[in-house]
């Protein structure tokens, strides 16, 4: 009988550091410019794999999230990789759902990290992503972390060099954005003249232009006005010493960066009970060191995406 190989493994949450929506694609979706950027708080995600000449893919979620991202995800692994076995995940979920943080697409994109290192496979880098494309937009940067431009639905990846090392605030209230809802809601300023405008800015934020204006994450222009309570958070960010107050993704969740370790404590004390965490932001060499870590009984080198030591 084969032994079970386990491994628990962090899912980090994102941020999008900056935000904007262009015209809409052919294909149905929008164009995006984004800025991704990695961030402390995680979802922990327990994996046990016993390689046997059937398959069962088992997902242990006390939250029971309906067509959950990392059962779809352990399926595609095996079946591309052709290998069989029993697998089951249990998911702690730290990430709030439906707050812009990408806690689905980041639980999705660990087990195409982990999985083809316990079943004893190898998954070449290309493959991954078209994998993780199929899965969702935001899913092929946790494959990358750190900080890194997206284009396209957002798929498209360029990494950066790391920022400054500010301590964050999140802060996700709980309330629902949708959105479908929140696209729709844009679409009448998508004109080709703002485009252009927004394509120049976005350019100089990438690359951290002196003098080049405020971040921005176009969906507040449509959801701050409809809902109030995350312009407060905001507003209350900034009051707070924040450098750069903003809402992740179409939100719900509100993020500030501070310049130092106290102002973000102190800012951290003013929410009280709210659902307010304290995070950092997480480079790309981190990234890959926890992967490294979580995966070292299992895995060979520090080669990336991390290898399996389990090929003949």
Known sequence: MSATRRARVRALAKINLDLRVLGLRPDGYHELRTIFQTVSLAD??????TPGRHTRVDLADPLAIPDNLAQRAA?????????????????????????GLG????DAAAILLALPVLAGCHLPLETLL?????????????????RAVGIGRGTELFPLPDGQPFAGVLV????????????????PSLTSESQQNKIVS????????????????????????????????????????????MM????????????????????????????AVRISLVTRARYRSLWWRALAEHSSGKIWPPQTRYMP
């Open 75 to 99: 399926c595609l692994v095996l079946e591309s990789a052709h290998v069989s076995g029993a697998l089951d995940i249990r998911l702690s979920k730290r990430i709030p759902m439906g707050a």
């Open 103 to 106: 806690g689905g697409s980041s």
């Open 248 to 275: 992740t993704g179409s939100g719900s969740a509100v993020f500030g960066l501070f310049p130092s370790a106290a102002l973000a404590a102190a800012a951290l004390r003013s929410f009280g009970k709210e659902n």
């Open 172 to 187: 996700a209230p709980g309330l629902h954005v949708s959105t479908p809802a929140a696209y729709r809601a844009l679409s």
């Open 44 to 49: 922990t995600i327990d994996l046990e794999f």
């Open 202 to 245: 976005f350019q100089s934020q990438a690359w951290e232009v002196a003098g080049s204006g405020t971040p921005v994450n176009d969906f507040e222009t449509v959801v701050l006005k409809q809902h109030e309570a995350l312009a407060e958070l905001k507003h209350r960010l900034a009051k707070c010493g924040a450098v750069q107050a």
């Open 130 to 146: 078209s994998l993780a494309r199929q899965l969702g937009s935001d899913v092929p940067f946790f494959l990358l972390g750190g």
